[in-house]
Structures are given as structure tokens and as C-alpha cells.
């Protein structure tokens, strides 16, 4: 066997570099980090092919002394922290004192600076762990950092490399992640000499908006929500913006980019009820919390993070989004919206509603001459609905609810938010008329929502059933499954599993909720007990429960072809207006359309 022998300094830091700096992109992320931690107001990035060649990122902010030059190359030097309590708190982005001391071992790096107060600039090298004197030199202010020929002295990992247009995307990627966490700062980023983003500085939402575009600012809505010292704003995008890949998901906490599997299943839950199958939802979000409540000190690359009240920070993030996507928004707030825009919903109460007493519908009335107008129309639906209502008869499982509509003397007021009926086009859709214009109803995908939720509420009111199981279910159990069944017997109750150790090694599923009893018994406790051990006991069976109410839902809302009366139709927008999360159906498709009367002037030229 060898004898220990201690490692060179320029292997330990090449070692380290592995960790902090993988790529450009790596690099680039360091660099543009301690930029914002000196206090920038202005950034500039240059790159030539894809940032292997030469890194450059100069500043404004408050430079480094002479004297601190040769520092700021050593590792574990660092002016952001000085003691453990300053750890257990970091509020800055960078704090270990690693970065330029790892990406001095693997690539060619000159730092020019000039602190405030001195008469001028000063430059250091350092290559191969060699660091030159500090020399004079010329900048106005700040500091700029460049790093040329990345891995020249690696070849096994410089070959790993992908071509300079795949690292340029990644190292655009890193620009934008940190121009969204600091959206007070200017920033700009070339490459091969062309501007290829620039930012100026402005407030988040405008920041926001300006980098993920305009098609994401129409499908997307605003976020602002606070409990104690925990605050989560941002944007969250509707279903109908949904990607096939996670690359429209930004999370950052206390300003810094993370991919945390806590934040990540918060948004998942909170998306569940609305976009199913392998789209993934658009977001951009910004969680504030004391830093004393957060462990950041996780990876090298700082992307994880660990909450010290996990599931407190996961119940604030799924029900803050949750009321996000749930809340209705009237058509009235933007009248010129185009029509390829999400529409959103409005939250208006509605009058009662009372179930259809037909087992076929009523033929919907002609109505050609009437010329009614929007605030005129509730006396001759009125008049439709006593005189076209059929005798009782047993109701039908796929019938839309019917509308009371105000009695004689009632006084009516302004016409509600979707407006009246028109009429039913193509068998699917509905068609009415509100104070903007044209509103487009897909009447199956509306009545899909309604259905769901009425379900959810239902089942929300009582006890889960159980289903017994004639011959119980004997798996083998991790000793984290075995403590989770333990600790949490009363809630898996509730949520309706039984579940008990027979064995130090195997647990025995007894019962389980009566919904899923065709579910496979063993994956499903064991899904369960995970996601207790992790997140609790609340969201648990949601999942499952909630898939199958969606599916109940889709087959009994009402059907294509299905022919409606003006009452079925009119009660169907009713009860669309005070309904959660109508926007969209249980698939994330958009349920309703606005079209206002601008944008029909504008499809037939009028006042041209």
C-alpha cells in the first residue's frame, strides 16, 4: 500500500475546481455572482466561443485594494464572512472563498481593479497556481475579471466539452438566471463581439417580463404573497403555457437561483388539479425569508439549499400558488385582450342554481329579431325558461344545472362578468355576449372544472372510506418506512390506510382508501410513507384521489354534440363565475376565450 503523502497545492485546487467550476457556464456563474456582491449597478459579459476561450466579466461596483489582490486568489479567502454565525446567516451569493482560487487553477485569469479612494487600477495574473505582482493599470472603476483558455492544463476534462454553441446556451442560461435575481442591476452579455442580451436596470416584474418574453407575460399571473417573515412573489404561468421541458422554471430564494425538490413539489402540487400528463408549468418565483432559516452551505455549486421548517416553507409555497392559479380574474380588466391571449376568469358571484328536471333538452329558442342587448336580456330568458320548462322527471347523470333567474319586480342589475348566451356553435362551444364583446365557451372543458370541484368539495366534508383488505398485504419495509408508519398511524387513519408492523422489517397493509382499491396496494403504501417522511401527512393521497375525481369528472360533464337550451347554457356561466380555477379544465386546457369588440372591428377593417 502507498504511503499517505499530502497532495501539491495546485492538485488540491484543481480538485476543488472540479466541484465549483464544471464548465463555462460554472465559471461564468462564480464570476458574475461576486460582481453582484461588490455592489454592482452595471455589468458587462463578453465571451468568445461559448465562453472556453475567454471569459470576461467587468463591474462597477466597489473593487479590491492592492493589498488584497493576492487574497482574492488564495483559497478559503473571502470578505463575506468571518465565523460560523455569519454562515448560519449568509445573505450574500458567494461566501466560501473558492471560486477564483478554483478557476485560477484550470484556465489563464487576470483581475484588474480599482478601489474607491485609490488614484488608479491594479492588475494581477496567475497561471498554474503562479501569481504575478500587482501592476499598475488603467480603469475607471470597479473590477474586471477575465479568464482565457479554460482547462488549457486539464485536457482529460477540456475534452469533455461540448461544442462552443452548447456551452454558450449553458452560459446563457447562468446571465439570465442572475439578471432575474437582480433585476436593480444592468447587465449585458456578447458574445464573439455581438450584443446578445441586454438589460437595463428596472423593477422585477418588468425584468421578469423583459426575459421571458411577451408570450409568457399573457399566459402568466401575478404572485404576492406573505406569511410572517416569509414572502413569495413572481409570476406563475396558466396551463395553456405549459413546456415539454423544465426550462421555464425559475426559483429563487433570498435572491439566488436553487433547485430544491421541496420548492419543486410544492409547485407540482399546486399545478396537479390543472395540467396533467408531461407538460410541465411556466413560473418565475421569489421566496424571502430570514437567512437564518435557510442552510445555503449545501453544494459547492449553491444551487441546493435546505429549509430549517421544511414543511412550513412547503404548506406557504403550495397554498400561496394554489390561491394564485385558483383565483379568478375579470374579462372586464383587460377588454382589448387578443384573442390568442389565456383568458382569465372572472370571480363575481353568481345567482342560485338548481339541477335540470329534463332528461332530454329543451330545443334552444330562435332569436334572430329580439335584438337584445347585454343589460336587457334576464325578463325573456326568464320568460324562455317557464315557458319551455318540462315536467319533472328523474334527473340524467350527464345534464348541465339550470339557472334561477330573478323573479318579477327584482331589479336587475349590470349584466355579470361572462354575460348572456347567444346561441351553441359546432355542438361544443357557447357563445355570448358581455359588456367587451364575444365570449367562447368550450362548454365539455367548463363543465369538466365545475364537476371536479364539486366533487373535491364533497369529499373534503367527510372521512375517507376504507376498503378492508380479505388478505392483508405483507411487504418488506425501509427502517425510514417503518418509522413513518409509526409515527404517523392516526393520520394514515385519516387519509384511509391501515397499516401496522408485523415484523421489526415488514409492515402489513390492512385497508386502503375504498377509491383505490384496484390501485397496486404495496407501491401505493410505499408512495405514501415517502411522502409522509418528507412532506407530511396533508398532501399524502391527494394525488391519487384527486386523478381519479378528474377522471369521474371528465366522463360526466357534458357531452360534444349535446345540444343545450339559452337557461342550460346561461346556468353554465354562471356557475362558471364562482367556481375555482375555471380557467381552465382539469387537462389545463383554457375553458373560455374573450373576444372584445376592438379586436372583431379590427378582424372586418371598420373604420378604415
Known amino acids: 500500500m502507498s504511503a499517505i503523502r499530502l497532495l501539491p497545492d495546485l492538485l488540491i485546487s484543481q480538485i476543488a475546481a472540479g466541484e465549483v467550476v464544471e464548465r463555462p457556464a460554472s465559471?461564468?456563474?462564480?464570476?458574475?455572482?461576486?460582481?453582484?456582491?461588490?455592489?454592482?449597478?452595471?455589468?458587462?459579459?463578453?465571451?468568445?466561443?461559448?465562453?472556453?476561450?475567454?471569459?470576461?466579466?467587468?463591474?462597477?461596483?466597489?473593487?479590491?485594494?492592492?493589498?488584497?489582490?493576492?487574497?482574492a486568489l488564495a483559497r478559503h479567502a473571502t470578505s463575506k464572512i468571518e465565523s460560523l454565525a455569519d454562515l448560519e446567516r449568509v445573505a450574500s451569493l458567494g461566501f466560501r472563498g473558492e471560486a477564483l482560487a478554483s478557476i485560477a487553477s484550470v484556465a489563464r485569469v487576470a483581475i484588474t481593479s480599482r478601489a474607491s479612494g485609490e488614484p488608479h487600477a491594479w492588475r494581477i495574473a496567475a497561471q498554474d497556481g503562479a501569481v504575478?505582482?500587482?501592476?499598475?493599470?488603467?480603469?475607471?472603476?470597479?473590477?474586471?475579471?477575465?479568464?482565457h483558455d479554460l482547462f488549457f492544463n486539464t485536457p482529460a476534462r477540456r475534452k469533455f466539452l461540448k461544442t462552443p454553441a452548447t456551452e454558450y446556451a449553458h452560459c446563457l442560461d447562468a446571465f439570465t438566471r442572475l439578471a432575474l435575481a437582480r433585476p436593480q442591476v444592468a447587465m449585458t452579455l456578447s458574445h464573439n463581439g455581438r450584443i446578445a442580451a441586454r438589460y437595463p436596470a428596472q423593477d422585477w416584474q418588468a425584468r421578469a417580463l423583459a426575459v421571458l418574453g411577451d408570450d409568457f407575460a399573457r399566459h402568466a399571473r401575478l404572485i404576492d404573497e406573505a406569511a410572517g417573515d416569509i414572502h413569495l412573489s413572481g409570476w406563475v404561468g396558466l396551463p395553456a403555457?405549459?413546456?415539454?421541458?423544465?426550462?421555464?422554471?425559475?426559483?429563487?430564494?433570498?435572491?439566488?437561483?436553487?433547485?430544491?425538490?421541496?420548492l419543486a413539489h410544492a409547485t407540482r402540487e399546486a399545478y396537479r388539479d390543472i395540467l396533467h400528463g408531461s407538460r410541465y408549468p411556466a413560473y418565475c418565483l421569489f421566496l424571502q425569508l430570514d437567512p437564518a432559516r435557510v442552510d445555503v452551505n449545501v453544494h459547492p455549486a449553491k444551487t441546493e439549499v435546505r429549509f430549517r421548517d421544511s414543511q412550513a416553507v412547503h404548506r406557504f409555497v403550495f397554498h400561496a400558488l394554489e390561491r394564485a392559479l385558483g383565483r379568478q380574474e375579470s374579462a372586464a380588466s383587460d377588454p382589448a385582450r387578443s384573442p390568442d391571449a389565456a383568458a382569465r376568469n372572472p370571480g363575481t358571484p353568481a345567482p342560485d342554481f338548481i339541477r335540470a328536471t329534463t332528461a332530454s333538452p329543451s330545443p334552444a329558442p330562435r332569436q334572430e329579431n329580439l335584438g337584445l342587448a347585454v343589460a336587457e336580456p334576464t325578463a325573456y330568458y326568464r320568460m324562455v325558461a317557464e315557458a319551455l320548462a318540462p315536467p319533472p322527471s328523474p334527473q340524467s347523470s350527464d345534464e348541465a344545472p339550470t339557472l334561477r333567474y330573478p323573479a318579477k319586480g327584482e331589479e336587475e342589475t349590470s349584466a355579470p362578468p361572462l354575460g348572456y348566451a347567444l346561441a351553441q356553435l359546432a355542438g361544443i362551444y357557447v357563445l355570448a355576449e358581455n359588456a367587451q364583446g364575444l365570449v367562447v365557451v368550450d362548454m365539455h372543458a367548463a363543465h369538466e372544472r365545475i364537476l371536479y370541484e364539486r366533487l373535491k368539495a364533497a369529499l373534503g366534508t367527510r372521512q375517507v372510506a376504507m376498503q378492508p383488505l380479505l388478505v392483508p398485504v405483507v411487504f418488506a419495509a425501509t427502517a425510514k418506512e417503518m418509522a413513518a408508519a409509526e409515527a404517523h398511524h392516526d393520520a394514515l387513519l385519516e387519509l384511509g390506510l391501515e397499516l401496522s408492523a408485523v415484523s421489526p422489517?415488514?409492515?402489513?397493509?390492512?385497508?386502503?382508501?375504498?377509491?383505490?382499491?384496484?390501485?397496486?396496494?404495496?407501491?401505493?403504501?410505499?408512495?405514501?410513507?415517502?411522502?409522509?417522511?418528507?412532506?407530511?401527512?396533508?398532501?399524502?393521497?391527494?394525488?391519487?384521489?384527486?386523478?381519479?375525481?378528474?377522471?369521474?369528472?371528465?366522463?360526466?360533464?357534458?357531452?360534444?354534440?349535446?345540444?343545450?337550451?339559452?337557461?342550460?347554457?346561461?346556468?353554465?356561466?354562471?356557475?362558471?363565475e364562482h367556481t375555482l380555477r375555471a380557467d381552465q379544465c382539469n387537462h389545463g386546457r383554457p375553458t373560455w376565450f374573450q373576444l372584445s369588440v376592438n379586436d372583431l372591428d379590427k378582424m372586418f377593417m371598420r373604420g378604415k
Do not use: W
Not at 504575478?132 to 479568464?147: I, W
Not at 401505493?524 to 398532501?539: D, K, N, V
Open 27 to 71: 465559471a461564468l456563474k462564480e464570476l458574475l455572482e461576486n460582481a453582484l456582491d461588490a455592489g454592482a449597478t452595471e455589468i458587462r459579459v463578453d465571451l468568445e466561443e461559448g465562453g472556453i476561450k475567454t471569459i470576461r466579466v467587468a463591474d462597477d461596483g466597489t473593487g479590491i485594494a492592492r493589498a488584497d489582490l493576492p487574497l
Open 241 to 262: 403555457y405549459s413546456k415539454a421541458s423544465r426550462d421555464a422554471q425559475f426559483i429563487f430564494v433570498n435572491g439566488r437561483f436553487v433547485r430544491d425538490k421541496l
Open 132 to 147: 504575478s505582482k500587482a501592476e499598475p493599470a488603467a480603469l475607471n472603476r470597479g473590477t474586471v475579471v477575465e479568464a
Open 505 to 576: 422489517t415488514h409492515l402489513a397493509l390492512r385497508a386502503l382508501p375504498a377509491m383505490l382499491k384496484d390501485a397496486d396496494a404495496e407501491t401505493l403504501a410505499r408512495e405514501i410513507l415517502q411522502e409522509i417522511a418528507e412532506f407530511g401527512a396533508s398532501q399524502a393521497i391527494a394525488a391519487r384521489r384527486n386523478e381519479l375525481l378528474a377522471t369521474l369528472a371528465c366522463h360526466g360533464a357534458v357531452r360534444a354534440n349535446r345540444k343545450l337550451s339559452l337557461p342550460e347554457m346561461n346556468a353554465l356561466l354562471r356557475d362558471m
